[in-house]
């Protein structure tokens, strides 16, 4: 569904990331992981079209995806950044009409009537400034604006970053059940065990650069991932 190859971005003369190459499966959960500033925000950053690569290709349902972000979200790709970056001074249910911009007539109010169903609190909240709401009702909106758009996949930048243990499961429990709306998703978290449980394939990210990838149990069990992202000391560590 999603096809990167060979992809290099820079920040002016900062290398972010060097012959980066990742394939996303339709109806699957792929996650990235890797430390702060491996380029994991950059990477999503760079598909969605708000970052420029200076090398490499993304394709999209086989097609080259487009550098405009409302290009890309036109093809079917919804990116949904890290800090949630809902729009403070707007209700909750106007947030989620900016979601829908390109959607028209009924199917926008199908899309509303959708969200609604799915975060209960939102509409209950509907007419409620969002810089109001707290940083979970915050996280649910942004994925609720961007499910508004009839996403075919769904980039997810840091979705439990500074949530309570407990909203961070809900969180998690809500990514399944959109790859169960038949949406792919490919999903970035800073809760790397986490992730891992709930993915199909992950990768690892280190400096700019892919290192390790395979199923989520896989890299769940490896002791190098253990020790360095999952706070687990690595079993050759002890002996």
Same mark, same amino acid.
């Given at each position: ?23 996303? +499966?339709?109806?699957? =959960?792929?996650?990235? =992981? ?9 990477? @999503? ?36 950044? !890290? ?6 001074? @707007? ?6 009409? #900016? ?8 199917? $926008?109010?199908?899309?509303? !009537?959708?969200?609604?169903? %799915?975060?209960? *609190? ?14 979970? +009702?915050?996280?649910?909106?942004? =994925?609720? *604006?961007? @499910? ?5 996949? #769904?980039?997810?930048? !840091? /979705?439990?970053?500074?949530?309570? /243990? %407990? ?11 959109? *790859? ?6 490919? @999903?970035? +978290? ?28 896989? $890299?769940?069990?490896? /002791? ?16």
């Amino acid at each position: 569904m999603l096809e990167i190859q060979n992809l290099r971005t820079s920040y002016g003369h900062i290398l972010a990331l060097e012959n980066v190459s990742i394939s996303v +499966e339709e109806g699957k =959960i792929v996650s990235i =992981i890797g430390s702060n500033g491996a380029g994991k925000t950059t990477l @999503l950053n760079t598909i969605s079209g708000i970052v420029k690569p200076s090398n490499g290709s993304i394709k999209f349902l086989g097609q080259t995806l487009h550098r405009m972000p409302h290009q890309v979200v036109k093809a079917g790709l919804v990116h949904v950044p !890290e800090g949630r970056k809902v729009f403070s001074g @707007l209700t909750v249910q106007e947030n989620l009409l #900016m979601g829908g911009y390109l959607v028209k007539g009924k199917q $926008l109010d199908k899309n509303l !009537e959708w969200i609604y169903s %799915l975060f209960t *609190r939102l509409k209950e909240r509907s007419k409620q400034y969002a810089g109001t709401l707290s940083g979970g +009702e915050q996280q649910m909106l942004a =994925i609720g *604006r961007g @499910l508004m758009s009839n996403p075919k996949m #769904m980039l997810l930048d !840091e /979705p439990s970053l500074g949530l309570a /243990p %407990l909203i961070t499961n809900d969180v998690f429990k809500l990514i399944k059940q959109i *790859r169960n709306n038949n949406i792919t998703v490919l @999903l970035v +978290e800073q809760n790397a065990k986490k992730a891992l449980a709930l993915s199909d394939y992950a990768y690892v990210l280190e400096n700019g650069r892919i290192v390790m990838s395979g199923d989520g149990d896989s $890299l769940l069990d490896d /002791p190098n991932v253990k020790s360095a992202y999952l706070g687990e000391a690595s079993l050759s560590a002890g002996n």
